[in-house]
């Protein structure tokens, strides 16, 4: 009886293996259950910055009140320096009750978003947390006052993200420092000048992509423009979608939070685009080989070869390719083999006879090779999203998901019926 209930410990812990637990969490999904916090929730939707912390796997962010929130808006800060203030209230680790009050040698150095975008000098964008004496626990910008304090928790997900209430914005002269009018960039003429005229003038022949890339430059943005020579390969495919789907596809090339070349090579991972709208997840992958960074989606892969801008708020890089979603294109079907080697002079080779009644001579069509197309892959527009099972969004944080699909089921089969036939 003892090696059977051992063999089931072994096949149980085996099935857990084939098991993975996701990091999905939507932190306005989350802070909508504390109606007291809506306007914080409220600018980070606007700022951007909830599609950041949602890509994120561990964060902590310090939300003030409504209360709180109106004392910092009725200042007048533009939309890009409201983003560097509440970027400076999320935490680049997690923070729940318990640590906050056992912090080792009552005080740690905490790094922001703020500091990761690389605008923030020196260590101003690091956050003090202090254990104070009497249970309080303080906050506040590296070298300066202790002037916020930790109120409650609000939602914990251990170890991947924690929400917690401070009693006050974070005070920073940096953070709150005048940033570049967004308004004053000229997107379009940015592209023109430096290689991507043509998708320029593709955007501004539809006003619905040109009036979202317009909105989301004040919370940043960073683009992704074909290089012209690509995008005229890519016209006629273009001119094939529908008008909604035009517009999905330019919106798909901009990621809604500004990016530059370092933090795109330590940020890998899949991005929210701005076309990215529920269940049409519209992503994009991003990832670095030593200096190169290429974006992939299950379509095809492309490679950022030259940078036009990289001026926060705004980043953006020439692509090689047109990057393709999957909601949007297929994949080309599966190519051909190459055909064998011909037989040296002398020598036959064997082959089967041709069937009765087919006709002799006849050549199959060759599948479209990748050579012919003009972006070096072989896509044809779909009529909408695939509507695959592995890519349902995330909606609930700790959401749980078989890996592996088809042959982690068979594995899962044959271990349920060893356990079985075992135990009879």
């Known amino acids: ?14 099935l857990l293996l ?12 989350l802070l909508a ?20 912390i949602n890509r994120r796997r561990t964060i902590t962010v310090c939300a003030v009140d409504n209360a709180a929130m109106s004392a910092l808006t009725s200042k007048g800060y533009t939309i890009s320096t409201l983003k560097n203030i509440l970027s400076l209230h999320v935490l680049l680790d997690y923070f729940g009750t318990k640590k906050l009050h056992q912090i080792r040698d009552g005080s740690a150095l905490a790094a922001t978003l ?17 254990d ?3 249970g309080k626990v303080g906050f506040g910008p590296d070298g300066g006052d202790l002037s916020s304090f930790f109120v409650k928790s609000i939602e914990e997900v251990p170890y991947n993200i924690s929400i917690i209430q401070i009693s006050r914005v974070l005070p920073s002269e940096t953070a709150a420092a005048p940033t570049p009018a967004p308004a004053e960039m000229n997107l379009t003429g940015i592209m023109s000048a430096h290689g991507c005229k043509v998708f320029a003038e593709t955007l501004l022949t539809n006003p619905g992509a040109s009036k979202t890339y317009q909105e989301s430059l004040e919370g940043g943005m960073t683009v992704f ?25 330019l919106d798909f090339l901009a990621v809604p939070t500004y990016y530059s070349m370092a933090m795109l090579k330590s940020n890998n991972g899949p991005m929210n685009t701005l076309a990215t709208d529920g269940a049409n997840k519209f992503e994009l992958t ?47 079907a599966v190519e051909a083999p190459a055909p064998a080697p011909a037989p040296e002079d002398g020598d036959v080779a064997d082959s089967p006879k041709a069937a009765k009644g087919k006709a002799k001579g006849k050549k199959k069509k060759a599948a ?18 695939d509507g695959e099972a592995d890519d349902a969004t995330a909606d609930d944080a700790g959401a749980v998901r078989i890996i592996g699909g088809a042959k982690a089921g068979l594995v899962v089969s044959l271990l349920c019926l060893f356990a079985s036939s075992w135990l009879l």
């Not at 990832?287 to 990289?310: A, F, P, S, W, Y």
């Open 1 to 14: 009886m003892a090696k059977k209930m051992s063999s089931l410990i072994i096949i149980f812990n085996i």
């Open 18 to 29: 084939l098991t993975t637990q996701t990091h999905a969490h939507n932190v306005t999904r």
């Open 33 to 52: 259950n504390h109606p007291s916090f809506s306007s914080f929730s409220h600018f980070l939707t606007q700022t951007h910055l909830a599609d950041e």
């Open 114 to 130: 703020f500091q990761a975008t690389g605008a923030a000098p020196g260590t101003s964008g690091f956050v003090n947390i202090t």
């Open 132 to 134: 104070l004496r009497g």
């Open 225 to 249: 423009c074909p290089g012209d020579d690509a995008m005229k390969g890519f016209l006629p495919k273009y001119k094939n979608l529908t008008a909604p789907k035009k517009e999905a596809f």
């Open 286 to 332: 991003v990832q670095n080989d030593g200096e190169k960074v290429t974006l992939k989606t299950r379509i095809n892969t492309v490679k950022i070869v030259d940078t036009l801008i990289d001026e926060q708020p705004l980043a953006i890089y020439a692509t090689d390719k047109v990057l393709l979603p999957k909601e949007l294109f297929k994949a080309s």
């Open 368 to 385: 479209p090779s990748p050579d012919n197309d003009p972006f070096g892959e072989s896509d044809s527009p779909a009529e909408g999203p």
